[in-house]
Nanobody, 119 residues
Framework: VQLQASGGGLVQPGGSLTLSCAAS????????IGWFRRAPGKEREGVSC????????RYGDAVKGRFTISRDNAKNTVYLRMNSLKPEDTAVYYC?????????????WGQGTLVTVSS
């Protein structure tokens, strides 16, 4: 599976941003795709994951209630809608294969997209 993330940028605290992940490859319905992020000086943190087959989801504790993951199977694209953004959400966000059953599992990923939350 090849994954391409886009949509990052600069946003003010309290603002919103939507990331997109375009997936390509065979048997995509067999995969779950999601996001992890990496901030300077911090460990990798799982953000969210969605199953392309049944739409089940998983969220990291830090983003529950603020972020929403969704999919458009016809476009082979996964979206991450991020609301009520905080400065601590600043990180490079990577789109990756994942598991909705296993927290913190990420298989392969593409190039990240930078999200900066700052006034």
């Amino acid at each position: 599976v090849q994954l391409q993330a886009s949509g990052g940028g600069l946003v003010q605290p309290g603002g919103s941003l939507t990331l997109s992940c375009a997936a390509s490859g065979s048997s995509l319905d067999n995969y779950a795709i999601g996001w992890f992020r990496r901030a300077p000086g911090k460990e990798r943190e799982g953000v969210s994951c969605i199953s392309l087959s049944d739409g089940s989801t998983r969220y990291g504790d830090a983003v529950k209630g603020r972020f929403t993951i969704s999919r458009d199977n016809a476009k082979n694209t996964v979206y991450l809608r991020m609301n009520s953004l905080k400065p601590e959400d600043t990180a490079v966000y990577y789109c990756a294969t994942c598991s909705v059953l296993i927290a913190g599992y990420f298989g392969s990923w593409g190039q990240g997209t930078l999200v900066t939350v700052s006034s």
